[in-house]
Structure formats: structure tokens, C-alpha cells
């Protein structure tokens, strides 16, 4: 089985990509038709992806709700969603007059974009990562500070009171949590000396970080979820959205399909945060591992890797769901106060903290 | 100029933007001008109007039992209560009271609604400001106390009970075991209202210190209910003008002290307790007897004017009937608590953030047809 798995996704891949140059004589052709593969099976996978967060939404909260849920269209109500898709792209995609319409039809684009290009580096399984580039980590927080552009755009050329608000909130907002994000990201590189995705999941072969790492990396771990949250603009941070002061904040104005791209950014986004966190602080594809119990460790990889991310990802997943169905919404004061007067402290005194961890070699 | 053609920016460099008629947050068709620097708040403007349906004009072609119904209207989530100050204000001017039984029984109903009224806005609070569960947590209480009103009255809202001299029709045998079933069920919940919203973080850092409203400007604005009592203002008119039996039950007036969105908040949450207690001292003790004083068949007040106040679940409502003596009023006026809780709005948001303005107005409890009736 393990050797099954070994087998399907890295020597599927090289075996494409040794066809392809040996076939195509010209090298440029060949890389870009290798990348249109990549993008369609990315967009494959991003669907269905979608597909299942809603619908594990919709359940969560019904499941917090004392509802049901969905439970109408197809079994368990698992194709509402389709059906809410279906509807979606019939809809008539209105651009309100007044509005600068190439940057109104850009932003939603802009959105999928940039998170679709965050999902690059991260690893899904064994050996089975679209580009482990050396830089990893840094390219994640880079890129994903793109998407504050598709909002303010979204909010500034829909001429439209609220969504302007909302886009200015949102400025505010990603600006100051990219903050916390990052420096939480730094106490794992710190500690693992290396920005490459990969080495980050290998160097966890003997137990993951927030196990290994004490209390400094479990509050790096506390501050990066609640940090992510925001900057992904999920309850109770979603200030740009803010549906009883705003009615829908920056995307007041979208309908139909542009709707459905800011719906689906969103919904990547969340499980781009979710599959960082897995990656940095739980491991990533690497199965739970305790020191060099052999025979423990080697019953814990009978379990594909893939099912490790997955299963680590979706459960941060319900944790930032739960998040949204619990907490009331802070006011704009109030979440600029928390990032700058309680994380931003906190996580620069946990840098140090992990520097001389790391240094002193206290760690596991 | 036009109301809503006005540019985006005043000549002062202030941001004016319409909350409502349509939005999430207004709890109908309120309509807000709102004036801001950045997010603060300059100057709140209600627009009222959208849904007025003349119910005080519509009421003096009608006769004095016909009459009551309108009001179910008004504050819909007090229907029973505004019928009980209407059949009050006819029984003051036919000289006539309700007898014993009838009297309870609109007791235990008007608290019933209170409760019901309370459960939702607690739901509306936590909606408003972004907590989407507890709207359905307070629904599954309120839909039980609905259910002994469908049973007892035939209807779930505008239940229509009170008739001038008693009521229109005698309890259901179930309503005793299951409104002591309900006040159980009750009880049992008010911890896990507290540990979803009271005691949460952020919902009292949104709440606490916001929105101060001080005792002097609640009267002078002639706020009442929970809102003046938030600052401290005694004024529940079950306690200074007890009718239908007020004064034979225990009770206490609940007071804040602060004047804030949270003194108003901890105000209703007790007054729920208050209201259960209310019940249970009574729902066993339902004397024996006639549920209608004898009435003629056409009512005709003398000539006069009447004036009836009761405490309904928003604070007090006023019925004001001049008669001349014919089978219809004269002259009817409502004092609605709602229009002159909205009255205080500008003068509490001034300075908050717009999502105060959201705390703000959760915690005054609006409903707006009460406002324009």
C-alpha cells in the first residue's frame, strides 16, 4: 500500500514530464503545456474542493444551530451546493452604472488568482507539491498579501457607499494581521532553519513541531490561527463584509458568477490558511511520529500521507468554521487594538523565545 | 434637495450614507441618514413613515371591541399586551373591571409575551452584532411559549385575547401544565444564555461602555421600558400604576446603574428571570369564575377622554380615547415606547463607530411599526 502510494503521484508526474520533453522537441512548448496540465488538474481539484467546504459549512452550522442543514437536494443534502452553483452561474452578472467596470470585472479575478497561487508550494502528500520552490514560506505570505488588492478593488470601483467602507476596513485589517501571520511563520523557520516546504514537513520525521516545540510554538500555533482568521476575513473578524452594518461590505455589488469567484477565493483561502497551519505546526503529510519508536512509527505510516494532510487540514478547518458560528463580530477599534496591542507584542517576544530555543537546542 | 439625491460628500468632508429602509440590521424598514468622519458617527437622522398605516385614524371608524385588533399591529411582539391596554382603557370608561380569573389570565399572558419579546431581541442582539447561533437558541424557547399561545388564543402572533370586560374565551385545560413545562425549560436555558453571549469577550467589550445614555436625557427624551431603566430611571408603570393585579404579585423592578448598551442588556436578561417568577406565583392560583364581565352587545362609552398605560415588553404604552359618546372614538392616541426610545438615538450614537450604531440600536429594542403605526 505504501509503496502503492509512493509510486502514484511523484513517478505519475516525472513520467508525464519525461514524455513530454522526449516527445515535444521544443523545451519552452513543453513546459507550458506541462503547466496548462497542472492548472486543470489545480482547478480539478479546487471545484470539488469548494464544493465540500460549503457544504461542510452549511452542516456545521446546523449542526451548532440544533438544524439540519441541507437536507433536500441529493442524499444528505450533499448537492445543495451544486444546485446554489447552478444558480449562481445562470444569474445575470450585473455592473452597476457608475462604476469603473474594467476594475469591477478585474477584482474577483485578482482573488482566485492570487490564492490559486498560493496553493503551489503546499505539499499534499508524499512527494506531491506542484513547485517546491527554496522559498517557500516567504512566497506563501508574499502572494497571499496579493488578495488585499482584489478587495480594495472590489470596494473602490463599485461605486457603492458600503463596499467602499468595507474595502477600507479590509485595508486596514490585512495589513496589520500579515503581521502576526508572518512572525509566527518565522518561529518554525526558525526552528526548522530552512523556508522549503519540504524540509519543513521532513525536518517533523520524529515528532511534529507543536509537539516538539513546547509552549512557544503552541502560541505561535494559537496566534497564527486567530491571525489567519482575520486575514482571510472569516467571523469574527469579517469587518469588510460586516452583513449587519454593511450588508455585504465590499462584494455589496456582485452577483452571478463574479459572486461566485469572490465565493470561491474564499473558500480557497480557508483552506489555504487551514493547510499552512497543517504543514507548519502539525506535520504535513507526515504521519504522527513519536522519536524513534520504530514499530510505532511504522504502523502510523501504513496511513497515505495524503489522508494525514487532509485529515490535519479540514480539522483546523472545523476549528476556523466553529470560529464563525460561535463569536460576535469585534468592532474596527477593537480588531486593530488586538493585533497591535496583544498579538504583535506577544508573537515578538515568542520569536525570541524560539531563537533561544532553537539556539540552546531545548526542543525536542 | 432630494432626500437620498445628495452627494456622497457633504461641504464638511462628511461621509453621509443610508442605513436602510432595506437593511439587515434595522429590524424593518427604518431608515437612517447617517452622517460620519471615517467610521464615527456625526449625526443620526430617522426617517420614519415606510409603514405607517394610520392605525389611529383607521380606529374611529371602528367600534370599541373592533378597535382593539389594530393594535396587535403596532408592536407585534407585544400584540397581547397592546390589546390588554386597549380592553383596560374601554373597561376604565364602561366603569366595569374583568373579573378575578380573567384578570390573571392576562397576567400570565402578557408576561408570557414579555418573555417571548425579550427571547427574540436577546437572538436579534447577538445576530446584529455577528453571533448567528444565538438567534436559534432564544427561537426554540420563544416557538414553545408561542405554541401555549396558539393552544390558549388561536393565533401565535397577534393573539386578539383581550376583549373589553375579560377575555374572549376560556384557557385550553392544557395551558397550566404546559406553560409550568415551558417556565421549566426556561430556567433551564438562561445559564447557556449567559455562557453564549453575556460572559463572551467580545460581546462585552462591543457592549460596555457604548452607547451611554444618562438618567436625566432618558427622561427628558421620555424613553421608558428597559431602556431608561439601563440608566437607572424607575419607571415600569406595573410597579407605580399596578393593573390587572400587578400589585398583588412579587416582583422587582429591575434597575442598571451605567446607562450602557450592556446596563440595557443585563436589564432584559433579569427581567426574563423577573417574568418567570411573575408566572409561577400565578399559574397554579387561576381562581374559579367567569372569564368576561357581562357587556352590552354595542359598547358606547360617556362623553370623556380616557387614558390607559400600560407597561408593554419596549416600556410604556399609552391608550388615549375621547369619546363623545357614540359606538366608535372620538379620538384615539397611542404614546408608543418606541418613538421616543428611537428619539434618543441621535443623541446616544453621536461619536461611536458604525458598529456601535449596530449595538445601539439592538439594545433599544426598535420595532418600527410600533414607531409609525
Same mark, same amino acid.
Given at each position: ?364 | ?165 375579560? *377575555? ?6 392544557? @395551558? %397550566?401544565?404546559? +406553560?409550568?413545562? #415551558? =417556565? $421549566?425549560?426556561? !430556567?433551564?436555558? /438562561? ?91 400565578? *399559574? ?6 367567569? @372569564? %368576561?364581565?357581562? +357587556?352590552?352587545? #354595542? =359598547? $358606547?362609552?360617556? !362623553?370623556?377622554? /380616557? ?67
Amino acid at each position: 500500500m505504501n509503496i502503492l502510494l509512493t509510486i502514484s503521484f511523484s513517478s505519475i508526474a516525472s513520467g508525464i514530464h519525461h514524455w513530454l520533453v522526449s516527445t515535444i522537441p521544443n523545451e519552452l512548448l513543453a513546459k507550458s503545456i506541462e503547466m496548462v496540465i497542472v492548472g486543470i488538474c489545480l482547478l480539478l481539484f479546487l471545484v470539488p474542493l469548494c464544493f465540500i467546504l460549503g457544504y461542510m459549512e452549511r452542516k456545521v452550522a446546523g449542526f451548532m444551530q440544533m438544524r439540519y442543514g441541507p437536507n433536500r437536494v441529493g442524499p444528505y443534502g450533499s448537492l445543495q451546493i451544486v444546485a446554489d452553483t447552478v444558480k449562481l452561474v445562470m444569474k445575470e452578472g450585473l455592473t452597476p452604472t457608475g462604476s469603473d467596470k474594467f476594475l469591477f470585472n478585474l477584482a474577483p479575478v485578482i482573488m482566485v488568482v492570487t490564492c490559486m497561487l498560493v496553493l503551489a508550494p503546499i505539499a499534499f502528500a508524499k512527494d506531491f507539491q506542484i513547485w517546491d520552490i527554496n522559498i517557500g514560506v516567504l512566497y506563501v505570505s508574499a502572494i497571499s498579501s496579493l488578495a488585499v488588492i482584489g478587495i480594495l478593488m472590489a470596494g473602490w470601483s463599485s461605486y457603492n457607499k458600503y463596499s467602499l467602507l468595507g474595502a477600507m476596513r479590509s485595508g486596514a485589517q490585512i495589513v496589520s494581521y500579515e503581521l502576526s501571520v508572518g512572525l509566527s511563520l518565522i518561529s518554525i523557520v526558525i526552528l526548522t532553519g530552512s523556508l522549503k516546504m519540504s524540509d519543513i514537513v521532513m525536518s517533523q520525521e520524529t515528532g511534529w513541531w507543536i509537539i516538539r516545540g513546547h509552549i512557544p510554538v503552541i502560541i505561535s500555533f494559537v496566534i497564527f490561527v486567530i491571525a489567519s482568521t482575520a486575514e482571510i476575513n472569516r467571523a469574527p473578524f469579517d469587518l469588510a463584509e460586516a452583513e449587519q452594518e454593511l450588508t455585504a461590505g465590499f462584494h455589496t455589488e456582485y452577483a452571478g458568477m463574479k459572486f461566485a469567484m469572490f465565493l470561491l477565493a474564499e473558500y480557497i483561502n480557508l483552506f489555504i490558511v487551514s493547510a499552512i497551519a497543517a504543514t507548519l505546526f502539525l506535520g504535513g503529510w507526515m504521519p504522527f511520529h513519536i522519536g524513534h519508536w520504530e514499530a510505532f512509527n511504522h504502523i502510523m505510516d501504513f496511513v497515505p500521507s495524503s489522508l494525514w494532510f487532509l485529515g490535519k487540514t479540514f480539522f483546523i478547518i472545523f476549528i476556523i468554521m466553529q470560529f464563525r458560528w460561535t463569536f460576535p463580530r469585534l468592532r474596527v477599534d477593537q480588531l486593530l487594538t488586538l493585533e497591535w496591542k496583544y498579538l504583535l507584542p506577544i508573537s515578538m517576544v515568542n520569536t525570541i523565545l524560539v531563537t533561544v530555543m532553537a539556539i540552546m537546542g531545548w526542543h525536542f | 434637495m432630494s432626500l437620498l439625491g445628495e452627494d456622497i460628500v457633504t461641504e464638511e468632508g462628511e461621509f453621509v450614507i443610508n442605513i436602510g429602509p432595506q437593511h439587515p440590521s434595522t429590524h424593518g424598514v427604518l431608515h437612517l441618514k447617517v452622517w460620519l468622519d471615517g467610521e464615527t458617527i456625526k449625526k443620526v437622522q430617522p426617517h420614519l413613515g415606510y409603514i405607517h398605516r394610520s392605525i389611529e385614524k383607521m380606529s374611529e371608524s371602528l367600534s370599541y371591541r373592533n378597535f382593539i385588533y389594530a393594535t396587535s399591529r403596532m408592536d407585534y411582539l407585544s400584540a397581547h399586551i397592546n390589546n390588554q391596554a386597549c380592553a383596560l382603557c374601554v373597561e376604565k370608561g364602561l366603569q366595569i373591571e374583568a373579573p378575578p380569573r380573567a384578570q390573571m389570565i392576562r397576567v400570565i399572558l402578557a408576561e408570557l409575551t414579555r418573555l417571548a419579546s425579550h427571547q427574540l431581541w436577546w437572538g436579534c442582539t447577538g445576530l446584529d452584532l455577528g453571533a448567528v447561533s444565538p438567534f436559534f437558541y432564544a427561537f426554540r424557547e420563544r416557538e414553545a411559549i408561542l405554541e401555549i399561545m396558539e393552544e390558549t388564543c388561536g393565533a401565535r402572533l397577534t393573539q386578539n385575547f383581550c376583549v373589553p370586560g375579560g *377575555i374572549m374565551t376560556d384557557i385550553h385545560p392544557n @395551558f %397550566q401544565k404546559r +406553560t409550568n413545562d #415551558v =417556565l $421549566k425549560q426556561i !430556567k433551564s436555558k /438562561f445559564q447557556e444564555y449567559d455562557d453564549v453571549l453575556t460572559g463572551n469577550v467580545i460581546f462585552e467589550n462591543r457592549n460596555k461602555n457604548v452607547g451611554f445614555l444618562s438618567a436625566e436625557d432618558a427622561i427628558s427624551f421620555g424613553c421608558t421600558g428597559p431602556m431608561a431603566r439601563g440608566s437607572g430611571v424607575s419607571c415600569d408603570v406595573r410597579k407605580w400604576f399596578p393593573y390587572d393585579g400587578y400589585d398583588k404579585v412579587q416582583f422587582d423592578e429591575v434597575l442598571g446603574k451605567e446607562g450602557d448598551c450592556f446596563s440595557r442588556y443585563m436589564v432584559r436578561m433579569h427581567e426574563m428571570k423577573q417574568s418567570v417568577s411573575i408566572i409561577e406565583q400565578l *399559574i397554579d392560583n387561576i381562581p374559579e369564575g367567569d @372569564f %368576561q364581565a357581562k +357587556t352590552k352587545m #354595542v =359598547l $358606547k362609552l360617556p !362623553k370623556g377622554e /380616557f387614558y390607559q398605560r400600560v407597561e408593554t415588553a419596549r416600556g410604556e404604552l399609552g391608550v388615549f380615547i375621547v369619546s363623545d359618546g357614540a359606538a366608535s372614538p372620538y379620538r384615539i392616541k397611542y404614546r408608543s415606547p418606541n418613538f421616543s426610545n428611537l428619539s434618543a438615538l441621535d443623541h446616544i450614537a453621536r461619536g461611536y463607530k458604525i458598529g456601535d450604531l449596530v449595538a445601539i440600536m439592538s439594545t433599544i429594542d426598535l420595532i418600527i411599526p410600533d414607531v409609525d403605526r
